[in-house]
C-alpha cells in the first residue's frame, strides 16, 4: 500500500501500479510456498535467483485462483515483467531506506525475446472492414476506431482517453495523453477526418452526462473501456477469417507505423513503437 501511495503521488501510471502489484502478488505466493512465507525485508539474491528460476520452469495459470493451468510455461516476456516489477518494488524499499541494500544488485533480469510483429496487410484490413455492419451506429463506430487507430497509430489508452475537447478536426490535430501522462499532438488524415465527423454527428450516443467529453462511448454513453475495444477486434477478426496475424488494437498500432515509414517517414525515436513520429 505505501508504494502505491507513493508512486501515485509521483505521477506514476495506474497501469504501471498494477503491473507492479501484480509482479508482488506472485512473488508473495512463492515465498509462501517455498519459504513459509519469507518477510520481504528478509530476502536476498537467493531467493530472487530462485524467484526467477521458478517463472521459467512453471506453467501458464497455474498460480490462477480460476483459469485451469495450461500445458506450456510463461512467456519470456511475462517472466522478464514480474522479475522487473519486483525489482522496482526493492528499488523503492531501499530509496525510503526500509532495506539498506537491494536484493537485485547481484542478479540479471534475463531478457525477453525479440519477436517480430505480425502486421496486417492491405487485404487483411479490406477483409476486416469487410465485416462490419457500418449501417448500424455500433458498427460505424467500431469501423471508425480502426480507422483512426490505422491513420494515427494512437495507442489503445490514447485512442480512449481522446475527448471532444481536445479534438480539432478542422485543423486535423488531436491532444492526447499518452505514457507518463504526456500530451502529444496526433495528425489526422483527411478521409478519417470525414468520418470522425460523421461518428460525432451522427453515431456518437447521448453521453451518460454533461461531463462526458469522451469521443467514443458505449451504447449507454458511457466511454468505451480497453477490454471492449480488444473483445471487439478479436470479434472481428474471427468473423473475417484472418489467419497469420494477432487481431487487437496493438497490431492497428503496429502496422500504421509500418506503414508510415514504408511511406517516407521518420521517427524521433523508435523503440517497441514507443517513438513519437515526426513528419517531414
Not at 534475463?110 to 484490413?125: D, E, H, L
Not at 455500433?138 to 480502426?146: L, W
Not at 494512437?154 to 478536426?169: A, D, Q
Not at 451518460?208 to 478479436?234: E, S, T
Request: aromatic share 10%; charged share 20%.
Amino acid at each position: 500500500y505505501g508504494y502505491q501511495v507513493c508512486a501515485g503521488t509521483e505521477g506514476i501510471s495506474p497501469a504501471a501500479i498494477e503491473a507492479v502489484k501484480q509482479g508482488l502478488k506472485i512473488f508473495l505466493r512463492f515465498l509462501d510456498s517455498q519459504y513459509g512465507g519469507m518477510p520481504l525485508t528478509s530476502v536476498t539474491y537467493q531467493e530472487i535467483r530462485a524467484f526467477i528460476f521458478y517463472l521459467q520452469h512453471v506453467k501458464c495459470y497455474s498460480v490462477h485462483p480460476t483459469i485451469h493451468v495450461q500445458d506450456r510455461g510463461l512467456s519470456g516476456h511475462t517472466v522478464n515483467c514480474y522479475a522487473r516489477s519486483v525489482r522496482i518494488f526493492y528499488s523503492w524499499l531501499v530509496s525510503e531506506d526500509i532495506l539498506p541494500a537491494h536484493p537485485f544488485e547481484k542478479v540479471k533480469i534475463p531478457r525477453p525475446p525479440t519477436k517480430i510483429v505480425a502486421t496486417f496487410s492491405p487485404p487483411q484490413i479490406e477483409q476486416l472492414l469487410g465485416v462490419i455492419n457500418t449501417r448500424t451506429p455500433v458498427g460505424y463506430r467500431d469501423q471508425v476506431i480502426i480507422l483512426t487507430m490505422l491513420d494515427t497509430g494512437l495507442r489503445l489508452s490514447e485512442l480512449c482517453s481522446m475527448t471532444l475537447e481536445k479534438l480539432w478536426l478542422e485543423d486535423g490535430i488531436a491532444r492526447v495523453l499518452g505514457k507518463g501522462n504526456k500530451e502529444r499532438l496526433v495528425p489526422i488524415g483527411k478521409r478519417v477526418q470525414r468520418l470522425l465527423w460523421n461518428y460525432i454527428e451522427k453515431f456518437r450516443p447521448e453521453p451518460v452526462n454533461a461531463n462526458c467529453d469522451f469521443v467514443f462511448l458505449n451504447r449507454k454513453g458511457r466511454p468505451i473501456g480497453k477490454k471492449m475495444i480488444q473483445q471487439m477486434m478479436k470479434i472481428y477478426g474471427r468473423k473475417a477469417g484472418l489467419v497469420g496475424v494477432r487481431c487487437s488494437p496493438h497490431t492497428l498500432r503496429h502496422t500504421a507505423a509500418i506503414t508510415f515509414l514504408r511511406n517516407g517517414g521518420m521517427f524521433s525515436a523508435c523503440k517497441s513503437c514507443s517513438g513519437i513520429p515526426t513528419w517531414k
